[in-house]
């Protein structure tokens, strides 16, 4: 479904990611890890085309995306959230969702959108709040709105960027089964996280970075038990 | 509701077009400097409205109009010289939004201002070192009430754009332009592309603005037609109605159109001053635009109706 090769993003001097490779097959969940300022998030913006790359390559479904627009990446069926929630105020809650609806690979406009939005908003738990302001919307639901946004076209790919962090316990029980519910619909998700119970619960496979390179990828357990992964996260003295 | 809508746009079309069958000469010169600053505003807010990107750019397209149409008055008809100015209006407006609508917020401003200002001195440096004259006599035979009639149709026509806009994809899309361009481009809008189209449009419409009201000049030259208080008349019209809806520019001009024209007559010398302290007393007190308060005043009488009931 996805495989990038050899990814690298200069910012000045700065090596932000530096010789990335990794494939994504159809239907898997990968997490992306690494501690703070490893490029994780510059990973998924350059795939999603919100950044270009300095080098490397990246297909998606068969064909090449990297110095493809962001409108086009995500006509192709690849859809993102925001490592901090993004949503347009202007437009009612449902409109927001009805957005990716009217510029995808297929538009639907009208009453075709309206009940294909509301049945996104009432996936992700926001049943009947269509009419409503943005404004209107605490933390959650903010994140719940933008993962329906994310999905309502019906995306064969997903990344999610933090898109678990800050929420409660309960919240964060809520917001793993919805993304369970997305792994077994077939959806294949790319997602970077903290949080590792979401991780543990989530991700048969993890890829972990740290300082812009791939420093490990395989199996979630055998991964996190990885001493440089380790070290990544907590220094030499722990390994 | 919509039916209703429509019928009072009717209603209220066909109100406006007999207005100067009953009034003189004098009066037919108001009724234009009125609807041709409802057409700028409304035109203005066509692009400037929902993406946010201010323009000072109206006098140079304004002006564009007005020039083609000097230079052009004794070779065409009136009708063809029209197209040819929107033609022009349309070509600069493409270009110079190629250029600059990767410009972002106030970098887009000042191009705006200085684009004007680079047409009008483009223009006075063709005229006198070319032509050897500077300005420029119309001489073409459109009644008054002929040109409010002519710019009633394109305030017409903005207006239906505007609420056409307002109602298909196109106007989620530059609504979310407005709030998050990353947001617009990864859900699959040609960020650029919408740009660039109300611009050109807008532009075309303002273009044309200018164009239908030369012949009431007879003599022209640049410091008249790109005269940049123009450009912020329209955009202190916009903002006081409240450019993000239908109605808000033409709320905002007419009632300001006057006040200016009084201004004018009463305090011909200290008419920038007043101005200047229009536009601050509008950006502190209506932030929103008037026809916002509207809002706020229903939703003070609702909850004052709640709090009746309780």
């Given at each position: 479904?996805?495989?990038?090769?050899?990814?690298?993003?200069r910012f000045g001097g700065l090596v932000a990611v530096n010789g990335v490779d990794f494939d994504v097959e159809q239907g898997e969940v990968v997490g992306l890890l690494g501690?703070?300022?490893?490029?994780?998030?510059?990973?998924?913006?350059?795939?999603?085309?919100?950044?270009?790359?300095?080098?490397?390559?990246?297909?998606?479904?068969?064909?090449?995306?990297?110095?493809?627009?962001?409108?086009?990446?995500?006509?192709?069926?690849?859809?993102?959230?925001?490592?901090?929630?993004?949503l347009t105020p202007s437009l009612k809650i449902r409109d927001n969702v009805i957005l990716p609806l009217a510029f995808g690979a297929f538009p639907v406009f009208g009453s075709?959108?309206?009940?294909?939005?509301?049945?996104?908003?009432?996936?992700?738990?926001?049943?009947?709040?269509?009419?409503?302001?943005?404004?209107?919307?605490?933390?959650?639901?903010?994140?719940?709105?933008?993962?329906?946004?994310?999905?309502?076209?019906?995306?064969?790919?997903?990344?999610?960027?933090?898109?678990?962090?800050?929420?409660?316990?309960?919240?964060?029980?809520?917001?793993?089964?919805?993304?369970?519910?997305?792994?077994?619909?077939?959806?294949?998700?790319?997602?970077?996280?903290?949080?590792?119970?979401?991780?543990?619960?989530?991700?048969?496979?993890?890829?972990?970075?740290?300082?812009?390179?791939?420093?490990?990828?395989?199996?979630?357990?055998?991964?996190?038990?990885?001493?440089?992964?380790?070290?990544?996260?907590?220094?030499?003295?722990?390994? | 509701?919509?039916?209703?809508?429509?019928?009072?746009?009717?209603?209220?079309?066909?109100?406006?077009?007999?207005?100067?069958?009953?009034?003189?000469?004098?009066?037919?010169?108001?009724?234009?400097?009125?609807?041709?600053?409802?057409?700028?505003?409304?035109?203005?807010?066509?692009?400037?409205?929902?993406?946010?990107?201010?323009?000072?750019?109206?006098?140079?397209?304004?002006?564009?109009?007005?020039?083609?149409?000097?230079?052009?008055?004794?070779?065409?008809?009136?009708?063809?010289?029209?197209?040819?100015?929107?033609?022009?209006?349309?070509?600069?407006?493409?270009?110079?939004?190629?250029?600059?609508?990767?410009?972002?917020?106030?970098?887009?401003?000042?191009?705006?201002?200085?684009?004007?200002?680079?047409?009008?001195?483009?223009?006075?440096?063709?005229?006198?070192?070319?032509?050897?004259?500077?300005?420029?006599?119309?001489?073409?035979?459109?009644?008054?009430?002929?040109?409010?009639?002519?710019?009633?149709?394109?305030?017409?026509i903005t207006l239906g754009l505007r609420w056409w806009i307002g109602n298909s994809r196109l106007g989620l899309a530059v609504n979310a332009i407005g709030d998050d361009e990353?947001?617009?481009?990864?859900?699959?809008?040609?960020?650029?592309?919408?740009?660039?189209?109300?611009?050109?449009?807008?532009?075309?419409?303002?273009?044309?603005?200018?164009?239908?009201?030369?012949?009431?000049?007879?003599?022209?030259?640049?410091?008249?037609?790109?005269?940049?208080?123009?450009?912020?008349?329209?955009?202190?019209?916009?903002?006081?109605?409240?450019?993000?809806?239908?109605?808000?520019?033409?709320?905002?001009?007419?009632?300001?159109?006057?006040?200016?024209?009084?201004?004018?007559?009463?305090?011909?010398?200290?008419?920038?001053?007043?101005?200047?302290?229009?536009?601050?007393?509008?950006?502190?007190?209506?932030?929103?635009?008037?026809?916002?308060?509207?809002?706020?005043?229903?939703?003070?009488?609702?909850?004052?109706?709640?709090?009746?009931?309780?």
């Amino acid at each position: 479904m996805l495989k990038v090769v050899n990814l690298t993003k200069r910012f000045g001097g700065l090596v932000a990611v530096n010789g990335v490779d990794f494939d994504v097959e159809q239907g898997e969940v990968v997490g992306l890890l690494g501690p703070n300022g490893s490029g994780k998030s510059t990973v998924m913006n350059l795939i999603s085309g919100a950044l270009p790359r300095t080098l490397g390559e990246i297909d998606f479904d068969g064909q090449r995306i990297d110095g493809k627009p962001p409108h086009r990446i995500a006509k192709l069926g690849l859809s993102r959230t925001f490592q901090l929630v993004r949503l347009t105020p202007s437009l009612k809650i449902r409109d927001n969702v009805i957005l990716p609806l009217a510029f995808g690979a297929f538009p639907v406009f009208g009453s075709e959108a309206v009940k294909r939005a509301d049945a996104a908003l009432e996936q992700v738990g926001l049943a009947g709040r269509g009419d409503g302001p943005v404004q209107d919307l605490n933390y959650i639901d903010q994140k719940r709105l933008e993962l329906a946004r994310a999905i309502v076209t019906n995306p064969k790919m997903l990344l999610l960027d933090e898109w678990m962090a800050g929420l409660n316990p309960t919240e964060l029980r809520t917001a793993m089964d919805l993304i369970a519910g997305l792994r077994d619909s077939g959806m294949t998700i790319l997602l970077v996280e903290h949080i590792m119970e979401a991780v543990r619960a989530l991700c048969p496979r993890c890829i972990v970075m740290s300082a812009g390179t791939k420093i490990a990828d395989g199996p979630t357990e055998t991964v996190l038990a990885d001493a440089d992964v380790i070290e990544a996260y907590l220094g030499k003295a722990h390994v | 509701m919509k039916t209703f809508g429509i019928l009072t746009f009717l209603v209220l079309a066909v109100g406006m077009a007999v207005l100067p069958l009953g009034i003189g000469d004098y009066g037919h010169g108001v009724l234009v400097g009125m609807m041709s600053y409802i057409v700028l505003a409304s035109a203005w807010a066509l692009f400037s409205g929902p993406t946010r990107y201010v323009s000072l750019a109206t006098v140079a397209f304004f002006g564009i109009g007005a020039y083609t149409v000097a230079v052009l008055a004794d070779h065409l008809p009136f009708g063809a010289i029209l197209v040819v100015a929107g033609s022009i209006g349309l070509c600069v407006a493409l270009l110079v939004g190629l250029a600059t609508l990767r410009l972002a917020g106030i970098y887009f401003v000042i191009f705006s201002f200085g684009l004007a200002e680079l047409v009008r001195q483009l223009i006075t440096w063709f005229e006198t070192s070319v032509n050897h004259t500077l300005g420029r006599y119309i001489f073409i035979e459109v009644s008054t009430a002929q040109i409010y009639w002519m710019l009633l149709g394109l305030g017409i026509i903005t207006l239906g754009l505007r609420w056409w806009i307002g109602n298909s994809r196109l106007g989620l899309a530059v609504n979310a332009i407005g709030d998050d361009e990353t947001v617009a481009r990864h859900a699959g809008v040609n960020v650029t592309g919408v740009k660039l189209a109300l611009f050109a449009v807008s532009s075309v419409l303002i273009t044309l603005a200018g164009a239908i009201q030369a012949p009431r000049w007879t003599y022209v030259e640049p410091s008249i037609v790109f005269n940049p208080t123009i450009s912020f008349m329209t955009l202190v019209m916009a903002l006081l109605g409240g450019p993000g809806r239908l109605w808000g520019p033409v709320a905002g001009a007419v009632p300001l159109y006057f006040l200016f024209e009084w201004i004018a007559t009463r305090f011909p010398d200290q008419n920038a001053i007043i101005l200047g302290l229009v536009f601050v007393a509008i950006v502190f007190l209506v932030p929103g635009g008037l026809l916002s308060l509207i809002d706020k005043w229903r939703a003070r009488a609702r909850a004052a109706g709640e709090q009746a009931h309780a």
